[in-house]
């Protein structure tokens, strides 16, 4: 809200606390007031103390702390980055009108690319208007499951694709996370229930109680390639991703094609719309070549650390077309499996007949991945679950 | 409180170089009663505060170094059930009933306090250090947060026990683990970067007052140039000090007067095979160009 400067110092903040809303900031109205009383505390003209008490109080993660300051400049001193959504009527109101724009410019067009090759991405009025799906529904609603994912793009088969997503994460699924729990049988006594259980023998410790040390949960983390060779499964293959990071307690999910992108977050969002939304915006670039080893290498040196375990499952979605060198490859490969479980390669083109994988990068990354498999299918994505839930 | 200059200035008097963000934080965190969550690569000295603050504050430091599986037993409290069994075996000839065993042995004598209730126990508010919060487990983190929200601990055989005194907590994390959001919104937060050269340096001449100041200028910035390099750990500011130490005591005035022994000190600053190859003199002369 770009109230005049005059306005009274409250509803100033209170924009700019909305204007942290919008841009994806965890911040409410008990926020509101922790920063009226700070400013009140350090006096609103103190400009430098009072930006950075602000900053400490209404970030709360790496991310928010970096982009708060260019926020901070948009709002106060309307200049900077340009904010998200200007503009009359309330937050929801906006957020309404932006939204479904941002979604049909980015995502029909891969949903109508569904049709064939011949019809290209155009973004005609009727993707605009998501017609495009729904004219392909009535053609291709038998043999869904064996259908390659090229030809599929309605919206009952994605949905069927999200709940297989949710089978698989529910055959590894790992509710446990304690370290021990009570057991009858495990190599430590649990001396407090021990002890309580036998103050009716009068001390003896005739009934022991055990703790054992559950399996541990697996984490998943998945690299989606979203290059221009891989297109016609992108959609669909994102849907797969959501349902995993959904469902499972512990997965990761990055985006790749030239650049690599952590999409965790945005694909945890309730709000499906919004979710698309941050999704298309993060991924500009959509369709363009892919550098696999480039990407590997920036998520070894960024994400690794944090998001790799020895209970790590390494999932890549991708034809392993890469523009790349195969040594870069293989040496972020060679990297990357030293931090993780099992490395697990799912490839589209697998599945096609007469395909080997005869590129230069998947030929060279073969010897380093445990299981192979085609994801052309939503049967041969079925097919990986036995592989997966044996991990 | 004081001001963030005052902060800084009672702060340096024990040796913590602290910057104005990082100084507002902690003086907010005093005055607003509210933990302070740090985050920021390894090294670049989140528990050193934590240390620096108690001191200033001159107050106990309590530490809770978190990690995968810590639960109640170890965070909270524990029976001391050695002496329990004691107790329990030396009352068999006295007749008394089980009942009053049970009240006996279930009382503060039995008792032993881990961190979380050694902190909320104490008369004058310590400093309690919650170390890399992010190795905990989520159930683990749930339950910090009951206790960061009402500062008070229900034992089953005592009962509630409250805060005598609001201890000053700081957590830190490295990041290894998103941390739960809700706990985020509890804590007020910074995230902590390595040092500029300037205040390198300030902290290498405040913990080594004999170091020639040209050397230590020198350090400061090869440091921050060794940081930009593709490493696989950067040097944190404690390697730098362990590494000026070295310079110093290897008699160097300057980084590029003696390179056999220079490039041996490196060790002091690269902890990994593949660093320590990758640092090679060649690496070395461009980086001490840099910083001559």
């Not at chain 1, 703790?211 to 959609?235: E, Q, T, W």
């Not at chain 2, 140039?225 to 310079?247: Q, S, Y």
Request: aromatic share 6%.
């Amino acid at each position: 809200m770009t109230a005049p400067a005059h306005a009274p110092i409250a509803r100033r903040v209170a924009g700019f606390i909305d204007h942290l809303r919008l841009n994806d900031f965890a911040v409410g109205p008990a926020e509101t007031q922790a920063a009226l009383t700070l400013i009140d505390r350090i006096g609103p003209l103190q400009a430098a103390q009072v930006r950075n008490g602000l900053k400490i109080l209404l970030t709360g993660r790496h991310e928010e702390w970096a982009r708060f300051d260019d926020l901070f400049e948009a709002y106060w001193f309307a200049r900077g980055r340009e904010r998200t959504a200007a503009g009359a009527g309330s937050p929801h109101q906006r957020a309404a009108a932006t939204k479904p724009t941002i979604w049909s410019d980015h995502l029909p067009d891969s949903a109508a690319s569904g049709l064939g090759d011949a019809r290209g991405g155009g973004d005609t009025e009727q993707d605009a208007a998501g017609e495009a799906a729904g004219r392909i529904v009535a053609s291709r609603q038998t043999a869904v499951r064996k259908a390659d994912l090229r030809h599929v793009a309605d919206r009952d088969e994605i949905a069927e694709a999200e709940r297989l997503a949710y089978r698989l994460a529910a055959a590894m699924r790992y509710r446990l996370s304690r370290r021990f729990s009570v057991a009858a049988k495990g190599p430590k006594l649990d001396l407090r229930r021990t002890i309580r259980a036998n103050i009716g023998h009068g001390g003896e410790p005739i009934t022991l109680v055990r703790r054992a040390r559950p399996d541990r949960p697996v984490r998943i983390v998945v690299l989606l390639d979203v290059s221009g060779s891989m297109k016609l499964y992108s959609r669909f293959f994102l849907q797969f991703v959501k349902g995993l990071v959904c469902e499972w307690i512990d997965a990761d999910a990055y985006l790749f094609h030239t650049r690599l992108i952590r999409v965790t977050d945005a694909l945890k969002d309730k709000d499906t719309v919004k979710a698309m939304t941050r999704l298309a915006l993060m991924a500009e670039g959509f369709g363009g070549g892919t550098r696999l080893g480039e990407c590997l290498k920036v998520f070894n040196d960024r994400y690794a650390k944090r998001a790799l375990n020895s209970r790590t499952v390494f999932m890549v979605l991708s034809d392993g077309y890469d523009t790349g060198t195969p040594e870069t490859l293989v040496a972020e490969l060679t990297r990357l499996k030293k931090r993780v479980r099992r490395i697990v390669w799912l490839n589209p083109m697998l599945g096609w007949r007469d395909y080997e994988p005869i590129t230069r990068a998947m030929a060279a990354a073969l010897p380093l991945i445990d299981h192979f498999a085609a994801a052309n299918t939503l049967e041969s994505l079925a097919g990986i679950e036995d592989d997966l839930g044996r991990l | 409180m004081e001001t963030v200059a005052d902060l800084k200035q009672r702060l340096a008097q024990v040796h913590y170089v602290a910057d104005d963000t990082l100084a507002t934080a902690l003086q907010l965190a005093l005055t607003l009663k509210r933990p302070l969550l740090l985050e920021g690569e390894a090294g670049v000295g989140k528990t050193e505060i934590a240390k620096a603050l108690a001191a200033i504050l001159d107050t106990r430091l309590i530490r809770l170094q978190c990690y995968e599986g810590l639960d109640a037993n170890a965070a909270i409290y524990e029976w001391n059930y050695q002496r329990q069994l004691l107790a329990i075996k030396a009352s068999e000839h006295e007749n008394i009933g089980a009942a009053e065993i049970e009240k006996h042995i279930f009382s503060e004598d039995y008792l032993l306090r881990r961190p979380l209730l050694e902190a909320i126990s104490q008369d004058k508010a310590p400093v309690l250090l919650i170390d890399e919060i992010d190795r905990a487990d989520e159930e683990f983190e749930a339950y910090l947060l009951e206790i960061l929200s009402d500062f008070q601990i229900t034992i089953p055989e005592l009962g509630t026990v409250t805060a005598k005194s609001v201890p000053h907590v700081i957590l830190t994390s490295n990041g290894t683990r998103e941390l739960s959001d809700a706990l985020r919104r509890r804590c007020l937060y910074a995230y902590v970067e390595f040092p500029d050269p300037e205040r390198e340096l300030a902290i290498i001449l405040s913990h080594l007052p004999d170091i020639e100041e040209q050397l230590a200028v020198q350090v400061a910035r090869f440091v921050r140039e060794l940081r930009k390099e593709d490493l696989e750990k950067a040097p944190g500011i404690a390697e730098t000090l362990d590494w000026a130490a070295a310079l110093t005591g290897l008699g160097l005035k300057t980084l590029d007067q003696d390179p056999d022994a220079f490039q041996s000190s490196l060790i002091c600053l690269l902890k990994t095979e593949a660093d320590a190859k990758a640092v090679t003199r060649e690496v070395t002369g461009r980086l001490v160009g840099h910083a001559a």
